[in-house]
């Protein structure tokens, strides 16, 4: 069974920095996605940043220049390194992983169980 386990969120001013950390546990083969999205109240949950296994990354057009995803795969776990934080990003973050499971085809997307970031003005 494969778990993921977020930690880094909180409560920081604007302009400030947070650290999302998500860790992966379980039988895995291969993880080759690794994704933040968000989700504000009332709204639908958006995409914040990806990085592949070839580590290219893509980021939403609100978060480029402030936002930093990495991934480290010996310890299985994507970070979120979120710098001069505003109030609009406040919302909890989910961290997604697609893998490659040892015994079954094909791809699984697994979810976190979310974080809450909140940026106060």
């Known amino acids: 069974q494969v778990q993921l386990v977020e930690s880094g969120g909180g409560l920081v001013q604007a302009g400030g920095s947070l650290r999302l950390s998500c860790a992966a546990s379980g039988s895995i083969l291969a993880i080759n996605a690794m994704g933040w999205y968000r989700q504000a109240p009332g709204k639908q949950r958006e995409l914040v940043a990806i990085?592949?296994?070839?580590?290219?990354?893509n980021y939403a057009d609100s978060v480029k220049g402030r936002f930093t995803i990495s991934r480290d795969n010996a310890k299985k776990t994507v970070y979120l390194q979120m710098n001069s934080l505003k109030p609009e990003d406040t919302a909890v973050y989910y961290c997604?992983?697609?893998?490659?499971?040892?015994?079954?085809?094909?791809?699984?997307?697994?979810w976190g169980q979310g974080t809450q970031v909140t940026v106060s003005s």
């Open positions: 997604n992983f697609r893998v490659v499971l040892p015994i079954l085809p094909g791809e699984y997307d697994y």
């Open positions: 990085i592949s296994s070839d580590m290219s990354t």
